[in-house]
């Protein structure tokens, strides 16, 4: 994985299209964003609040999300079920880390967007 591989990590939730693809995975499912919810441990209008309202979900959270749908996270983030083994390394660390470590991690990830990029703000 490169540099800015790593980089994208930090600025795709900031794209929509992750949600487009978290909504149709719902559609798929045939369960509501409500029952989703509330089976990740969440409030009733948690998955609807990400869909709708850019409620940005924690990576713990996110994580249980996919799993409860069956879909791969980097499909809903990428749009790829691409089973790069340094991708998956990558996200299993984030996961294991706690809130100060994810913090730290994602403003030294920032340092390598490309100059300019808006999203990388």
Partial sequence: MTTAQLAAITI???NTDWRQRLATAI???GRSPRDLSIKIGRSEGYVRSLLQDG???GVDTFKRLCEELGVSPMWILYGTDDKDPETARVFAAFSAMNA???KSFLVFLKTFAPDGD???E
């Fill in 100 to 102: 100060d470590q994810r």
């Fill in 12 to 14: 795709t939730m900031a």
């Fill in 27 to 29: 559609e798929k499912s």
């Fill in 55 to 57: 409620k940005e979900p």
């Fill in 118 to 120: 808006p999203k990388a």
